[in-house]
């Protein structure tokens, strides 16, 4: 089983619709959790944090369910520019007292007009 | 600003042939990390290094070395390219904590 799951899609959604991603981690240790958006042939880069009383900003927002170990990405009234790639991403704990960022396979939305 | 800077963006390598890929970041974060993103596989870790001379291994480290001597710089060296090692690389830093990182442009990389 995979750290870090999530529904690769694609998601095809007509413009203004809500749309929801969800993604399972295996690691009850994980620490802290994290939305990426990644555009075709660019890197990744930070959505938004996903804190355990849930977060909104702007259209988007994030939940997290400590307890089934899941995390949630509502986008509301989508736009073709939300068109990419959204990797649900989880901080854990490693045995050189650091901590690793383990990546979901990457959920593909695309929004058309 | 310039984040992290990845060199080189792309590359093609013969079989057998060894390079460096150059990864550096002016944020003086304590943490960086490798990550190899291919098709239907997302981004697994390769090697990551928690301060200067601390390093340590992912997921996929075989063939690949790297080296932490400065905060700012963490190369990561392809001993002997294989075919299988045709992918993105991308280079992340963050801060010590539960932070965010950030990512470098990456370097498309393939071996023939």
């Known amino acids: 089983r995979k750290e870090v799951e999530q529904d690769p899609g694609p998601f095809n959604v007509p413009e203004g619709a809500t749309v929801a991603f969800n993604c399972t981690y295996s690691?009850?240790?994980?620490?802290?959790f994290f939305w990426y958006r990644q555009d075709c042939r660019k890197e990744p880069k930070l959505l938004m944090s996903v804190y355990s009383s849930g977060n909104e900003d702007g259209r988007f927002t994030a939940q997290l369910n400590r307890a089934s170990q899941y995390i949630s990405l509502l986008i509301r009234d989508s736009k073709l520019s939300d068109s990419a790639t959204y990797l649900c991403v989880v901080r854990s704990r490693n045995n050189n007292a650091g901590n690793m960022l383990t990546f979901g396979g990457g959920t593909r939305l695309m929004v058309k007009p | 600003n310039a984040g992290v800077t990845q060199t080189p963006k792309f590359q093609v390598l013969k079989t057998g042939q060894s390079m460096t890929l150059q990864c550096a970041q002016d944020m003086n974060h304590e943490y960086m990390s490798w990550y190899r993103q291919d098709p239907g596989m997302g981004l697994r870790l390769i090697h990551y290094?928690?301060?200067?001379?601390?390093?340590d291994q992912g997921e996929v480290p075989n063939g690949y070395n790297v080296s932490r001597s400065t905060t700012e710089d963490f190369p990561l060296r392809l001993l002997s390219a294989a075919p299988s090692q045709t992918s993105v690389y991308f280079c992340?830093?963050?801060?010590?904590?539960?932070?965010?990182?950030?990512f470098g442009q990456g370097t498309r990389l393939t071996v023939v």
């Open positions: 290094s928690v301060g200067a001379g601390i390093t």
């Open positions: 690691n009850s240790a994980s620490q802290s």
């Open positions: 992340a830093s963050s801060a010590a904590g539960n932070t965010e990182a950030f």
